[in-house]
Protein backbone atom coordinates (compact mmCIF):
# COMPACT_ATOMS: atom_id res chain seq x y z
CA UNK A 1 0.00 0.00 0.00
CA UNK A 2 1.47 3.52 -0.53
CA UNK A 3 0.14 6.97 0.58
CA UNK A 4 0.26 10.03 -1.33
CA UNK A 5 0.53 13.66 -0.53
CA UNK A 6 0.07 16.60 -3.09
CA UNK A 7 1.51 19.96 -2.71
CA UNK A 8 2.43 22.87 -5.12
CA UNK A 9 -0.82 24.34 -5.80
CA UNK A 10 -1.61 27.68 -5.98
CA UNK A 11 -2.66 30.81 -8.15
CA UNK A 12 -1.27 31.95 -11.41
CA UNK A 13 -1.60 33.79 -14.50
CA UNK A 14 -2.10 32.64 -17.43
CA UNK A 15 1.63 31.49 -19.06
CA UNK A 16 3.09 31.49 -15.96
CA UNK A 17 4.18 27.86 -14.91
CA UNK A 18 3.77 25.82 -11.34
CA UNK A 19 5.35 22.15 -10.46
CA UNK A 20 3.17 20.13 -8.51
CA UNK A 21 4.78 17.52 -5.76
CA UNK A 22 3.53 13.96 -5.19
CA UNK A 23 5.58 12.41 -2.26
CA UNK A 24 4.84 9.19 -1.63
CA UNK A 25 5.24 6.83 1.58
CA UNK A 26 5.14 3.02 2.51
CA UNK A 27 7.18 0.73 0.25
CA UNK A 28 8.32 -0.31 -3.41
CA UNK A 29 7.03 2.95 -4.89
CA UNK A 30 8.95 2.35 -7.66
CA UNK A 31 6.91 -0.87 -8.05
CA UNK A 32 3.60 1.63 -9.09
CA UNK A 33 2.69 3.71 -12.31
CA UNK A 34 2.22 6.88 -11.95
CA UNK A 35 -0.08 9.64 -12.97
CA UNK A 36 -2.02 12.96 -12.42
CA UNK A 37 -5.22 13.83 -13.02
CA UNK A 38 -7.62 16.63 -12.79
CA UNK A 39 -10.96 17.88 -12.20
CA UNK A 40 -12.93 21.19 -12.64
CA UNK A 41 -16.10 22.27 -11.05
CA UNK A 42 -18.90 20.01 -12.54
CA UNK A 43 -16.53 17.76 -14.15
CA UNK A 44 -15.18 14.67 -14.73
CA UNK A 45 -12.01 13.62 -12.91
CA UNK A 46 -9.68 13.37 -16.34
CA UNK A 47 -6.08 11.89 -17.08
CA UNK A 48 -3.62 14.68 -16.98
CA UNK A 49 -0.17 12.65 -17.68
CA UNK A 50 1.39 9.56 -16.67
CA UNK A 51 5.07 7.57 -16.32
CA UNK A 52 6.30 4.22 -16.10
CA UNK A 53 7.77 2.56 -13.11
CA UNK A 54 11.61 3.30 -14.19
CA UNK A 55 10.57 6.90 -15.19
CA UNK A 56 11.43 6.20 -19.37
CA UNK A 57 8.37 6.62 -20.56
CA UNK A 58 5.92 8.85 -20.21
CA UNK A 59 2.34 9.71 -21.43
CA UNK A 60 0.17 12.52 -22.01
CA UNK A 61 -3.42 14.05 -22.22
CA UNK A 62 -3.70 16.02 -25.88
CA UNK A 63 -4.61 19.06 -24.15
CA UNK A 64 -1.13 19.17 -22.90
CA UNK A 65 0.91 17.84 -24.37
CA UNK A 66 3.79 20.34 -25.16
CA UNK A 67 3.25 22.21 -22.05
CA UNK A 68 3.42 19.68 -19.59
CA UNK A 69 6.09 17.36 -17.94
CA UNK A 70 6.22 14.33 -15.29
CA UNK A 71 8.81 12.94 -13.85
CA UNK A 72 9.70 10.92 -11.03
CA UNK A 73 12.51 10.39 -8.57
CA UNK A 74 12.36 7.14 -7.02
CA UNK A 75 15.28 7.56 -4.75
CA UNK A 76 13.09 10.28 -3.01
CA UNK A 77 9.67 8.86 -3.73
CA UNK A 78 8.23 12.04 -5.82
CA UNK A 79 6.60 12.05 -8.59
CA UNK A 80 6.20 15.62 -10.41
CA UNK A 81 4.43 17.59 -13.00
CA UNK A 82 5.82 20.56 -14.47
CA UNK A 83 2.93 22.99 -15.68
CA UNK A 84 4.01 25.42 -18.48
CA UNK A 85 2.36 28.03 -20.43
CA UNK A 86 -0.94 27.89 -18.01
CA UNK A 87 -4.26 28.17 -19.59
CA UNK A 88 -7.07 29.58 -17.37
CA UNK A 89 -8.71 25.75 -18.73
CA UNK A 90 -6.11 24.07 -16.54
CA UNK A 91 -7.71 25.28 -13.37
CA UNK A 92 -8.49 22.51 -11.33
CA UNK A 93 -7.67 20.45 -8.56
CA UNK A 94 -4.94 17.70 -9.46
CA UNK A 95 -4.41 14.59 -8.02
CA UNK A 96 -2.00 12.58 -7.91
CA UNK A 97 -2.75 8.82 -8.06
CA UNK A 98 -0.63 5.55 -8.34
CA UNK A 99 -1.42 1.98 -9.97
CA UNK A 100 -0.30 -1.57 -9.85
CA UNK A 101 -1.76 -2.38 -13.12
CA UNK A 102 0.89 -3.96 -15.75
CA UNK A 103 0.17 -1.82 -18.53
CA UNK A 104 -0.73 2.44 -19.05
CA UNK A 105 -4.23 3.26 -18.63
CA UNK A 106 -5.82 6.68 -18.56
CA UNK A 107 -9.01 5.59 -16.71
CA UNK A 108 -9.39 6.36 -13.01
CA UNK A 109 -9.92 2.50 -12.53
CA UNK A 110 -6.75 1.64 -13.88
CA UNK A 111 -5.04 3.20 -10.54
CA UNK A 112 -5.56 2.20 -7.23
CA UNK A 113 -4.31 4.37 -4.50
CA UNK A 114 -4.88 8.64 -4.51
CA UNK A 115 -3.75 11.76 -2.63
CA UNK A 116 -6.19 14.26 -1.38
CA UNK A 117 -5.81 16.62 -4.41
CA UNK A 118 -4.14 20.27 -4.28
CA UNK A 119 -5.21 23.10 -5.72
CA UNK A 120 -4.46 25.01 -9.04
CA UNK A 121 -5.85 28.54 -10.10
CA UNK A 122 -5.35 30.03 -13.36
CA UNK A 123 -6.15 34.10 -14.12
CA UNK A 124 -6.95 35.26 -17.58
Known amino acids: QVQLGESGGGLVQAGESLRLFCAAS????????MGWFRQAPGKEREFVAA????????YYADSVTGRFTISRDNAKNTVYLQMDSLKPEDAAVYYC?????????????????WGQGTQVTVSS
Open 51 to 58: ISRSGSTT
Open 97 to 113: AASQRLRHGTGTNEYDY
Open 26 to 33: GRSFSSYR
